[in-house]
């Protein structure tokens, strides 16, 4: 079966840094659209950055770009979500979720159990 499994998170200061991992098992990974997602305390689940399958193409929430990379390596069946100049707004569960469209209606998503990320003094 399908797992994503993220780890990396924990608590860091603000202005600190930390590089979530997501490995991934089960799947075809080069194939798949990968994504970090995540969600502060009461609030609704949103993107953070996409990779293309192939790792040339990415995409950011505007707010976050210029402090968090996403990458992939393709070898090791393994996303990454490094993160700096944290700041406590940016507290949340992080999680990985994999795509990959089959058609117009049809597609193969799966997510991670998520990494908790808390930034505080």
């Known amino acids: 079966q399908v797992q994503l499994v993220e780890s990396g998170g924990g608590l860091v200061q603000p202005g600190g840094s930390l590089r979530l991992s997501c490995a991934a098992s089960?799947?075809?990974?080069?194939?798949?659209?990968m994504s970090w997602y995540r969600q502060p305390p009461g609030k609704e689940r949103d993107v953070v950055a996409s990779?293309?399958?192939?790792?040339?193409?990415?995409n950011y929430a505007y707010s976050l770009k210029g402090r968090f990379t996403i990458s992939r390596d393709n070898a090791k069946n393994t996303v990454y979500l490094q993160m700096n100049s944290l700041k406590p707004e940016d507290t949340a569960v992080y999680y990985c979720?994999?795509?990959?469209?089959?058609?117009?209606?049809?597609?193969?998503?799966?997510w991670g159990q998520g990494t908790q990320v808390t930034v505080s003094s």
């Open positions: 089960g799947l075809t990974f080069s194939s798949y659209v």
């Open positions: 979720k994999a795509l990959y469209v089959i058609g117009p209606a049809s597609r193969n998503e799966y």
């Open positions: 990779i293309s399958s192939a790792g040339r193409s990415t």
